[in-house]
């Protein structure tokens, strides 16, 4: 190979390595936008309430009006009770990323919605006036999503009762939270958190 060759070859890989770092760092911001924007959206709305409680059409619509990214992302509230809720959102066309799975940011936002939804919704139930945060949050991707991000939460009553407690004597509390992602009955992605509740002041 002569030596313009080999230097157009290596002017090359330069290029390719730089486009590739310029991709992580995109695939960063985006995350990181995406976690900010859904963040911000999930403080001071505690006064808000579904039209109706327990009713998963209801809360779909809650969340569209007042958190914009759920809508963005196309989340749908499946199921929502006392102690647990499935919020799924469809890969294509709002979630899909460069390798036409699911995106990273949009599985953590799933999540967290799907835990910040049944805090929402508890605090409903019990009249409580409070603003929730996703106080910690750590997820782990275990395999790519291809057509639908399915995120369940189920926490005990017994630990519901605990928060509750917390809130109502102390004005702030947490309750862990575990929210799997699924597809086709696997687990694809779990994020490990802490969902903190501050009661509003009178």
Same mark, same amino acid.
């Given at each position: 190979?002569?030596?313009?060759?080999?230097?157009?070859?290596? *002017?090359?890989?330069?290029?390719?390595?730089?486009?590739? !770092?310029?991709? *992580?760092?995109?695939?960063?911001?985006? !995350?990181?936008?995406?976690?900010?924007?859904?963040?911000?959206?999930?403080?001071?709305?505690?006064?808000?309430?579904?039209?109706?409680?327990?009713?998963?059409?209801?809360? #779909?619509?809650?969340? @569209?009006? @007042?958190?914009?990214?759920?809508?963005?992302?196309?989340?749908?509230? *499946?199921?929502?009770?006392?102690?647990?809720?499935?919020?799924?959102?469809?890969?294509?066309?709002?979630?899909?990323?460069?390798?036409? #799975?699911?995106?990273?940011?949009?599985?953590?936002?799933?999540?967290?919605?799907?835990?910040?939804?049944?805090? @929402? @919704?508890?605090?409903?139930?019990?009249?409580?006036?409070?603003?929730?945060?996703?106080?910690?949050?750590?997820?782990?991707?275990?395999?790519?999503?291809?057509?639908?991000?399915?995120?369940?939460?189920?926490?005990?009553?017994?630990?519901?009762?605990?928060? !509750?407690?917390?809130?109502?004597?102390?004005?702030?509390?947490?309750?862990?939270?575990?929210?799997?992602?699924?597809?086709?009955?696997?687990?694809?992605?779990?994020?490990? %958190?802490?969902?903190? %509740?501050?009661?509003?002041?009178?």
């Amino acid at each position: 190979m002569c030596i313009a060759a080999k230097l157009s070859n290596i *002017k090359e890989i330069k290029i390719l390595k730089n486009r590739i !770092i310029l991709e *992580k760092v995109a695939l960063v911001l985006n !995350i990181k936008w995406i976690i900010m924007k859904v963040s911000h959206s999930l403080v001071s709305i505690v006064m808000f309430k579904p039209s109706q409680l327990n009713n998963p059409a209801s809360f #779909t619509e809650f969340l @569209h009006q @007042h958190i914009q990214p759920s809508e963005l992302l196309s989340m749908q509230v *499946k199921t929502i009770s006392a102690t647990q809720a499935n919020v799924q959102a469809a890969v294509k066309p709002a979630n899909i990323n460069i390798h036409q #799975t699911a995106f990273a940011g949009s599985i953590y936002s799933v999540c967290t919605l799907a835990g910040w939804s049944l805090a @929402h @919704h508890r605090l409903c139930l019990e009249g409580i006036d409070a603003d929730v945060v996703m106080g910690k949050a750590e997820i782990t991707y275990l395999a790519p999503i291809v057509d639908m991000i399915d995120a369940h939460i189920n926490v005990r009553e017994e630990d519901m009762q605990v928060w !509750i407690e917390k809130l109502r004597s102390k004005g702030k509390g947490s309750v862990a939270a575990r929210i799997e992602a699924y597809e086709n009955g696997v687990v694809k992605a779990v994020l490990q %958190g802490k969902l903190v %509740g501050i009661v509003a002041p009178r």
